[in-house]
């Protein structure tokens, strides 16, 4: 069987398994409105993905693996307490949208 959207909006997830990273088809992940901290850093194997909503969770960093994620077009991490975001990011080139309305705590290095 092959996922290729995932929507586990509303769960009361804390946090997700390493091994969530072999999801390797999955392009649409819904992890909204939970309780997540972190992500695994095996999210770098999700190179399908192009369409992460992140939206209200508990998340104050992102892996740096994030950045292997490339195909990532759409990008939802509002209402979040992040603190920083890796300089991988950087790496997603095919990003239309990134969304961090309501992150207060993200600190925007000088350039």
């Given at each position: 069987m092959m996922i290729k959207e995932m929507y586990l909006?509303?769960?009361h997830l804390k946090r997700l398994?390493?091994?969530?990273?072999?999801l390797?088809?999955?392009?649409?992940?819904?992890?909204?409105?939970?309780?997540?901290?972190?992500?695994?850093?095996?999210?770098?194997?999700?190179?399908n993905l192009q369409l992460l909503f992140l939206r209200s969770n508990n998340i104050k960093e992102l892996p740096g693996?994030?950045?292997?994620?490339?195909?990532?077009?759409?990008?939802?991490?509002?209402?979040?307490?992040i603190i920083e975001l890796p300089?991988?990011?950087?790496?997603?080139?095919?990003?239309?949208e990134l969304n961090l309305d309501n992150t207060p705590a993200l600190r925007i290095p000088p350039e």
């Amino acid at each position: 069987m092959m996922i290729k959207e995932m929507y586990l909006d509303n769960n009361h997830l804390k946090r997700l398994p390493e091994d969530f990273g072999n999801l390797f088809n999955i392009y649409e992940l819904r992890l909204m409105n939970n309780q997540l901290e972190c992500l695994p850093a095996s999210i770098g194997k999700l190179t399908n993905l192009q369409l992460l909503f992140l939206r209200s969770n508990n998340i104050k960093e992102l892996p740096g693996e994030i950045g292997n994620c490339k195909s990532i077009q759409i990008f939802q991490l509002s209402l979040n307490p992040i603190i920083e975001l890796p300089p991988q990011l950087g790496l997603l080139t095919n990003i239309r949208e990134l969304n961090l309305d309501n992150t207060p705590a993200l600190r925007i290095p000088p350039e």
